[in-house]
């Protein structure tokens, strides 16, 4: 995490698209142009498609943000198998949980990846000056977070694991309601609901 200050909008606003325009362009893995979206809380930019009127958008709203700082934050949750969508869901609710409203994300990962490292780039506008003890609860949200990420994918696992044994031939589908097995008789089919709290 790193900062610029700037007091006057027009400046913000030219620092601020800097940032995005390298967030979005990097080369990807596979050295291809980056073609990233920019997320908000209210909405999704992809410079290259949106052309001018997108800019002009992000430029306004870092123009008209609050304070005179601009941060510049890379998130990353240690976990080298999530997909884009994935780093994109924990970043946003990482940030949200923090009360970070506030902020244009752009996500390297899956295809527009650069590294093995799945990760995001987030721009936060602010009159805030984060302390260590609020970089300290960024850091423990977020492995909170992993650890939800963690134990969906165990669950929807094993889930799929039980199904596997249930998907057998000839029957419609591919999939029964019930299985049977020689001592016991039918058996229902078992399924793991999985709730995360806000």
């Known amino acids: 995490m790193n900062f610029k200050t700037a007091s006057q909008g027009a400046v913000k606003a030219r620092i601020g698209m800097k940032s995005i325009d390298y967030f979005t362009r990097r080369p990807t893995l596979e050295a291809e142009p980056g073609n990233r979206e920019v997320i908000t809380r209210e909405g999704r930019f992809r410079l290259a498609d949106d052309g001018e ?9 870092l123009e008209q943000s609050n ?3 601009l941060y510049r934050v890379v998130m990353s949750s240690g976990n080298a198998g999530m997909t884009a969508q994935e780093t994109e869901r924990w ?6 949980r923090n009360n970070i409203d ?16 799945p990760h995001a780039h987030v721009l936060i506008p602010t009159s ?3 302390t260590v003890e ?5 850091r423990a949200v ?6 939800q990420v963690t134990y969906a994918a165990r669950a929807i696992s094993i889930n799929q694991d039980y199904e596997g ?3 057998l031939p000839g029957k419609a589908g591919g999939r029964q309601a019930e299985r049977e097995t020689e001592n016991d008789g039918p058996q229902k089919k078992r399924t793991v609901d999985i709730q995360f709290g806000s």
């Open 53 to 61: 009127q997108g800019r002009r958008e992000l430029e306004r709203r």
């Open 67 to 69: 304070g005179d700082h």
């Open 91 to 96: 970043a946003r609710s990482v940030l949200e």
């Open 102 to 117: 506030n902020y244009m994300l752009v996500v390297h990962a899956g295809q527009q990846g650069h590294t093995e490292h």
């Open 128 to 130: 805030e000056r984060f």
């Open 134 to 138: 609020d970089i300290g609860q960024l």
């Open 142 to 147: 977020g492995d909170e977070e992993q650890q």
């Open 165 to 167: 044994e249930t998907n």
